[in-house]
């Protein structure tokens, strides 16, 4: 399993075989029925970003797609190092696959920000942009409510059989893993909203208001769980009630930020969100409902994976799966700030040059931006792994467990720079089908490849993550560089 490790070398070179493709002005561009050819007018007024405009916008959008693993490393580190030694493992191997459902639950409505940040990018009229801001904040609010429901109903019995009761300490695991789902699910409609706001200030280019929110978030987050877990001992409970109050401030903070950035006067959060909410009224959800089914299939499929990977940890014991719940909660905020830089960066600024010759040039400086921020993340991530185990928990065996995956962790973060690229710019051209249809191979792929595999220790599940990760960046690249040609 070792051998696939040197292919990780082809993203290096993807960049420049990226700037040899010759572009074809006499191919007709690519036309998606929701969005409509940009004006001439307007093509000309648009000016091309350059790799510095893209840096300065993509390094604060990174808050849209970081605020919840964040959150839940926050819950993580603080509950580990609050409990006992004889604890640790036990609260930690809990918020795997209680971090997991809940983080999963929100991911699944990722369709919202992306339509959001893509037709609001393609709008200039202030009346439309406001009702798509409308669209996507009521859309949200809903889905929030139903998942604050359903989350709370099928935490026990799914995370009952998402854990199995065969391995040392798996029924204190699930009953502590529910209890954190249950009171975290209580400020799901309060995430989505901030979340569909983050998006339309992302989609209007500024990416420096969120930033705001997501301080006041995680400071709320630092504090209740000072307080409820660590002078308390709420442990996992604690937890989670500091992270739900922590997204109810988000959104109370976004709301503002929105109501000042989107070009109307009120300032008041409550008036904001009721304007939106009379405004919504007026619209039709057909657009946002083509998203919707390519993006689901996304979301599905990379939940499927992780859920496959946290399932056969769990089979190994609690130490095993605390060490897994750490490793794929660094994972997924290192790639989730690729998601950012590349994928979001590119739905914000490639729809206003449709049509133009500057769409190559944009997707080699999308690259070059995504090249760099993964190794960055990649040996961030590994040195976490390797050396930075007691920042999340007291317990030895934990931490030996975390430094053997070091390698594929730092592997897996790596080659999701090329696949966050070109996701991005598959999103931001339109290319649905595409998306819909890769994602549905690969979340059939990828768990008979763990099954096939039959792996018996940790190291082997994120072994096999890695070989899979290879082959979504090499079609991922494949298809954004012919999508490119024809924009």
Same mark, same amino acid.
């Given at each position: 399993?070792?051998?696939?490790?040197?292919?990780?070398?082809?993203?290096?070179?993807?960049?420049?075989?990226?700037?040899?493709?010759?572009?074809?002005?006499?191919?007709?561009?690519?036309?998606?029925?929701?969005?409509?050819?940009?004006?001439?007018?307007?093509?000309?007024?648009?000016?091309?970003?350059?790799?510095?405009?893209?840096?300065?916008?993509?390094?604060?959008?990174?808050?849209?797609?970081?605020?919840?693993?964040?959150?839940?490393?926050?819950?993580?580190?603080?509950?580990?190092?609050?409990?006992?030694?004889?604890?640790?493992?036990?609260?930690?191997?809990?918020?795997?696959?209680?971090?997991?459902?809940?983080?999963?639950?929100?991911?699944?409505?990722?369709?919202?920000?992306?339509?959001?940040?893509?037709?609001?990018?393609?709008?200039?009229?202030?009346?439309? =942009?406001?009702?798509?801001?409308?669209?996507?904040?009521?859309?949200?609010?809903?889905?929030?409510?139903?998942?604050?429901?359903?989350?709370?109903?099928?935490?026990?019995?799914?995370?009952?059989?998402?854990?199995?009761?065969?391995?040392?300490?798996?029924?204190?695991?699930?009953?502590?893993?529910?209890?954190?789902?249950?009171?975290?699910?209580?400020?799901?409609?309060?995430?989505?909203?901030?979340?569909?706001?983050?998006?339309?200030?992302?989609?209007?280019?500024?990416?420096?208001?969120?930033?705001?929110?997501?301080?006041?978030?995680?400071?709320?987050?630092?504090?209740?769980?000072?307080?409820?877990?660590?002078?308390?001992?709420?442990?996992?409970?604690?937890?989670?009630?500091?992270?739900?109050?922590?997204?109810?401030?988000?959104?109370?903070?976004?709301?503002?930020?929105?109501?000042?950035?989107?070009?109307?006067?009120?300032?008041?959060?409550?008036?904001?969100?009721?304007?939106?909410? =009379?405004?919504?009224? =007026?619209?039709?959800?057909?657009?946002?409902?083509?998203?919707?089914?390519?993006?689901?299939?996304?979301?599905?499929?990379?939940?499927?994976?992780?859920?496959?990977?946290?399932?056969?940890?769990?089979?190994?014991?609690?130490?095993?799966?605390?060490?897994?719940?750490?490793?794929?909660?660094?994972?997924?905020?290192?790639?989730?700030?690729?998601?950012?830089?590349?994928?979001?960066?590119?739905?914000?600024?490639?729809?206003?040059?449709?049509?133009?010759?500057?769409?190559?040039?944009?997707?080699?400086?999308?690259?070059?931006?995504?090249?760099?921020?993964?190794?960055?993340?990649?040996?961030?991530?590994?040195?976490?792994?390797?050396?930075?185990?007691?920042?999340?928990?007291?317990?030895?065996?934990?931490?030996?467990?975390?430094?053997?995956?070091?390698?594929?962790?730092?592997?897996?973060?790596?080659?999701?720079?090329?696949?966050?690229?070109?996701?991005?710019?598959?999103?931001?051209?339109?290319?649905?089908?595409?998306?819909?249809?890769?994602?549905?191979?690969?979340?059939?792929?990828?768990?008979?490849?763990?099954?096939?595999?039959?792996?018996?220790?940790?190291?082997?599940?994120?072994?096999?993550?890695?070989?899979?990760?290879?082959?979504?960046?090499?079609?991922?690249?494949?298809?954004?560089?012919?999508?490119?040609?024809?924009?």
């Amino acid at each position: 399993m070792r051998r696939p490790y040197a292919i990780i070398a082809a993203f290096a070179s993807t960049a420049s075989g990226f700037a040899t493709v010759p572009r074809r002005h006499a191919t007709k561009p690519l036309q998606h029925p929701l969005r409509a050819a940009p004006a001439e007018a307007d093509a000309t007024e648009t000016p091309e970003p350059t790799l510095r405009d893209l840096a300065s916008f993509a390094g604060p959008a990174v808050v849209l797609w970081i605020s919840g693993p964040l959150l839940t490393l926050i819950d993580t580190s603080a509950v580990g190092l609050a409990s006992g030694a004889k604890d640790s493992a036990l609260e930690i191997a809990a918020l795997g696959p209680g971090g997991s459902v809940c983080d999963g639950a929100t991911y699944f409505y990722t369709f919202l920000n992306i339509a959001t940040t893509n037709f609001l990018a393609s709008e200039t009229e202030p009346e439309k =942009r406001e009702q798509v801001v409308a669209r996507g904040a009521t859309l949200a609010l809903r889905n929030g409510l139903l998942a604050l429901i359903w989350l709370r109903l099928i935490a026990g019995p799914f995370l009952a059989v998402f854990i199995g009761g065969q391995a040392s300490g798996a029924l204190e695991v699930q009953k502590r893993a529910a209890t954190y789902v249950r009171v975290r699910a209580l400020g799901a409609p309060f995430l989505l909203l901030g979340n569909a706001l983050t998006a339309a200030l992302l989609g209007a280019k500024d990416s420096a208001a969120p930033l705001i929110a997501l301080a006041a978030s995680a400071g709320t987050n630092i504090l209740g769980d000072f307080v409820a877990v660590g002078l308390l001992g709420r442990g996992v409970r604690g937890a989670a009630e500091a992270t739900a109050l922590s997204q109810v401030v988000q959104a109370v903070v976004l709301a503002r930020l929105a109501a000042k950035k989107l070009g109307t006067s009120d300032a008041k959060p409550l008036a904001y969100v009721r304007r939106l909410l =009379r405004t919504q009224r =007026r619209l039709e959800g057909r657009s946002f409902a083509a998203f919707a089914g390519p993006v689901l299939v996304l979301v599905f499929s990379k939940l499927l994976s992780f859920g496959v990977m946290t399932f056969t940890a769990a089979r190994f014991g609690s130490v095993p799966l605390a060490a897994h719940q750490l490793t794929l909660t660094i994972f997924l905020l290192a790639s989730l700030v690729l998601d950012a830089v590349a994928g979001q960066t590119a739905q914000a600024f490639l729809p206003p040059l449709k049509g133009r010759t500057g769409v190559q040039k944009l997707g080699r400086r999308l690259l070059k931006l995504s090249a760099g921020a993964a190794l960055a993340s990649s040996i961030t991530a590994g040195a976490l792994a390797l050396r930075g185990a007691r920042l999340f928990s007291g317990d030895p065996a934990v931490a030996s467990e975390l430094a053997a995956v070091a390698a594929p962790l730092a592997a897996s973060v790596l080659l999701h720079g090329a696949i966050a690229h070109g996701e991005g710019v598959c999103l931001a051209t339109a290319d649905l089908k595409f998306v819909g249809a890769s994602y549905a191979v690969s979340g059939v792929v990828f768990p008979a490849l763990v099954g096939l595999a039959g792996p018996n220790a940790l190291r082997g599940v994120w072994d096999a993550f890695v070989v899979f990760q290879i082959a979504r960046a090499a079609v991922l690249q494949l298809r954004a560089r012919h999508v490119l040609r024809k924009y």
